[in-house]
């Protein structure tokens, strides 16, 4: 019983964990498509941003999580400036927060699957004890 009370106690450590990069996660590129929209909308109006070709810019650009520093250098510049750069910069940067996000995303799903397995287990096994005993 105690092995499945640890695996348990491990899985849900791990799903508090994953839940809270997920949070985290969002959180970021919530302020990354803020501060695109924010540039953008310094650049010009619409007939202006097809001109400047940025339509491309909304590719996926990269798989790799961002760091902290990066996030924040881009979000909250110095000094503040929007070119078309800068925003394809925090497209890019938005495209592998996404990525991250599916794959914290999925390793919840994961735990999560785990956690019921373990927690079924675990009741089964007290099920059977006490009728044995």
């Known amino acids: 019983m105690a092995a499945h009370d640890a695996v348990i106690a ?12 997920l949070a985290r996660v969002r959180w970021w ?24 070709g940025l339509a491309d810019a909304w590719e996926a650009l990269a798989a790799d999580a961002p760091t902290s520093t990066e996030l924040a250098g881009s979000v909250w510049p110095e000094p503040p400036s929007a070119t078309p750069s800068s925003v394809e910069t925090l497209v890019a940067l938005d ?11 999925e390793n919840l799903e994961a735990v999560t ?16 004890s006490g009728r044995h005993a």
């Open 95 to 105: 495209s592998r927060l996404e990525s991250y996000e599916t794959r914290v995303e």
């Open 29 to 52: 590129r919530r302020l990354v498509q803020a501060r695109k929209d924010l540039e953008i909308a310094q650049l010009a109006d619409a007939d202006e941003l097809d001109r400047l």
């Open 10 to 21: 491990h899985l849900r450590h791990s799903r508090k964990e994953m839940r809270r990069e």
């Open 113 to 128: 699957a785990q956690m019921v397995k373990a927690l079924g287990e675990q009741h089964r096994a007290k099920a059977q």
